[in-house]
């Protein structure tokens, strides 16, 4: 059966045109990650997935993927976080964010966190998550197109904003640069191609598009009333 990768905002500024042999999904919420088990889904992507519009992805889930040899990997964002929690029991992590998640870099979940628009508007972001503002500076600095003084100005402003405030536009300001010149920035950072969340979700597509071998090892599973009860609220849907 055809891998389904759940994802939304993180597959910004990638050319999906000629992507085949994987549907996409939105962003995983509570219970789909069992409904891709429950159709027959042997492999498994996960990098977007909610968690204040409704109940994210559950820990439970993912294990009984596993224990059902379901091949399931993790990148970006939701899914970067999940794999460095799930490494241990099967769940697969790729990219830079899980590796700085897993290692310890990163502790925080809210470096993850970003709005974006709906499904109507292709998830478009709306503000921009702490990794890729970080990943965006150095690539501006390494590049010439800011003082080393200035980058250090826009992260500790970036840092401290909520993150439903967080705009390039307002991270840039902190600097005290002009509208001229945070927009001429915005305009290379564009061009200079997608930021660090879309580069770690092109590797899990690509992941996720390569032949599978045979099925994952199964892992035993020890369910639980309320995973138990999640079964059966999905059953009657």
């Known amino acids: 059966m055809t891998p ?35 159709s027959g889904r042997e492999i498994i992507g996960l990098i977007d997935g909610s968690f204040e519009s409704g109940p994210a992805v559950w820990h439970k889930e993912i294990l009984h993927a596993l224990a059902a040899g379901c091949r399931i990997a993790g990148a970006s964002s939701m899914g970067a976080l999940r794999a460095a929690e799930c490494e241990a029991f099967g769940m697969l992590g790729i990219g830079r964010i899980f590796a700085d998640y897993r290692d310890g870099r990163r502790v925080a979940d809210s470096d993850l ?19 890729d503002v970080e990943d965006g500076l150095g690539r501006m600095r390494e590049a010439g197109r800011l003082s080393e003084d200035r980058v250090r100005s826009a992260l500790r402003a970036a840092g401290a904003m909520f993150f439903k405030d967080r705009t390039w536009d307002r991270v840039l300001a902190a600097t005290g640069i002009g509208a ?10 564009d061009q200079s191609g997608p930021g ?37 609220r999905l059953g009657t849907q």
Do not use: M, N
């Open 113 to 131: 966190a970003l709005t974006y628009g709906p499904a109507e508007l292709g998830y478009v972001p709306l503000s921009v998550a702490l990794v």
């Open 4 to 38: 389904i990768v759940f994802a939304g905002p993180s597959l910004h500024g990638l050319d999906l045109s000629s992507l085949r042999g994987i549907e996409l999904a939105p962003p995983a919420r509570c219970g789909d990650i069992l409904r891709a088990v429950r």
């Open 180 to 189: 001229t010149e945070i927009g001429a920035l915005t305009a290379w950072l």
């Open 196 to 232: 660090l969340k879309a580069r770690d979700a092109q590797l899990l597509l690509d992941w996720a598009i390569r032949p599978q071998p045979g099925r994952a090892a199964a892992s035993r599973f020890a369910s639980t009333h309320f995973f138990d009860q999640l079964q059966s």
